[in-house]
């Protein structure tokens, strides 16, 4: 099933196209940029083509300068910068945005969330009184990783769950490699790549099963009132790696503080997961953001053999939601599960594009994805995309 928009009103397909600089400018914001860029990247003879567009130059200089890059990370930010550059702002005349407006976030000022304060990190967010429920916690604060917040039980010998930049020793060179070697996504996974300020590593070894979920909280203090151009952006990224017959359960959730409930901010976080031959990760995701947030998450997910991944979803936040969901199975009997309600209460729009791959033979998967839109300004868009190659057709 492939683009479906589901609102009370009427669809106008027309975006109000952003102020343009004059020829000269555009030039002269080019130069100076690439001169910046040379800094991490040799561009070859066979150069990318570099995006003459002023908002994503000057988007992309302002997130370089946001943040360090440590060594773990260089090639990680070499890769979205070029991605970056030689990708264009997405408008609805692109097939997966054909539904989805982002006016609202170009026409805006982005500015990167700097790193919390004493001060902000001593509030207690909303999902504290989890604590029993889970043992195992990991906080962001937009977008940046919290050790002093987080808290991290006795795990099994060989599981790690912690910031990449603290890891060494093979764990370390399997993640790397993993970390310069996944498929890319679209002009927001390329934003996240070059802006994350860290990476979040959750480690499980061959044969290991870890009893309590890891769980991931997001929270988002830093906003701008209504009216506002001012729009702060933060990255998270996160990587799981199970091993051949691991297992572990990861719960992701997304909110802000109580004073910020109707801000506006951005939230750009992505997700990658690598199941081993045999090994099984239960994802759960629960998103109540701002109704003025921008809410964009990516998940990627890589299946081996015999491995199963199932996610259950539940989105009720943001002005704008919306989940990228892309699956490949890369080893026969395989099971992929996936189950997600989108709810659109107020001027939302609720969006889930999915695609899953199949490659090899007994491969088997089942989605259900459910959405209510409440109000006349609300929109549900589904875009669930299901690839059978050749090698899975002859089965």
């Known amino acids: 099933m492939s683009g479906i928009a589901l609102t009370p009103t009427a669809f106008n ?40 567009d002023p908002f994503l130059l000057n988007l992309a200089e302002t997130l370089e300068d946001s943040i360090p890059t440590p060594q773990p990370l260089q090639k990680l930010r070499e890769a979205s910068s070029e991605s970056l550059l030689s990708t264009p702002w ?47 916690h990991i906080s962001f604060i937009d977008g940046h990783f919290i050790n002093s917040m987080s808290k991290n039980l006795e795990f099994p010998d060989g599981v790690y769950v912690g910031s990449l930049l603290n890891l060494s020793g093979k764990v370390a060179e399997r993640v790397l490699e993993l970390v310069s070697g996944l498929d890319g996504g679209d002009l927001f996974w390329s934003i996240n790549g070059m ?7 959750v480690y499980v070894p061959e044969g290991v099963r870890v009893e309590n979920p890891v769980h991931l909280g997001y929270l988002s203090l830093l906003g701008s009132k209504d009216g506002s151009k001012d729009l702060y952006i933060s990255n998270p990224r996160v990587l799981v790696v199970v091993e051949k017959g691991g297992e572990v359960d990861i719960v992701e959730e997304f909110s802000n503080d109580e004073e910020n409930e109707n801000e506006f901010y951005w939230s750009n976080a992505v997700l990658e997961v690598v199941i081993g031959e045999g090994g099984k990760v239960r994802h759960s995701y629960i998103q109540t953001q701002s109704l003025l947030a921008a809410h ?48 659109s209460v107020g001027n939302q729009t609720q969006d889930l594009h999915s695609s899953l791959v199949l490659d090899h033979p007994r491969g088997f998967s089942r989605q259900l994805h459910k959405c209510i839109v409440t109000h006349s300004q609300g929109q549900a868009v589904f875009d669930g995309n299901v690839k059978v190659n050749r090698q899975m057709q002859d089965n």
């Open 13 to 52: 397909p027309i975006i109000p196209s952003s102020s343009s600089s004059s020829s000269s400018s555009s030039s002269l914001k080019s130069h100076k940029f690439i001169k910046t860029r040379t800094k991490l990247t040799q561009f070859n003879n066979n150069a990318i083509s570099i995006s003459s």
């Open 90 to 136: 997405p408008s609805r005349r692109d097939e997966p945005f054909r539904f989805t407006d982002l006016s609202f976030l170009r026409s805006s000022h982005i500015l990167p969330a700097p790193i919390p304060t004493t001060t902000t990190t001593t509030v207690t967010p909303p999902f504290s009184d989890d604590d029993d429920q889970f043992p195992c």
């Open 195 to 201: 802006a994350a300020p860290d990476l979040m590593v």
């Open 296 to 343: 964009i998450k990516w998940t990627s997910v890589r299946q081996e053999s015999s491995s199963t991944y199932e996610l259950t979803e539940v989105s009720t936040g943001g002005k704008l939601g919306r989940h990228n969901l892309h699956i490949k199975q890369l080893g026969p009997d395989t099971v992929t599960e996936l189950s997600t309600l989108h709810l």
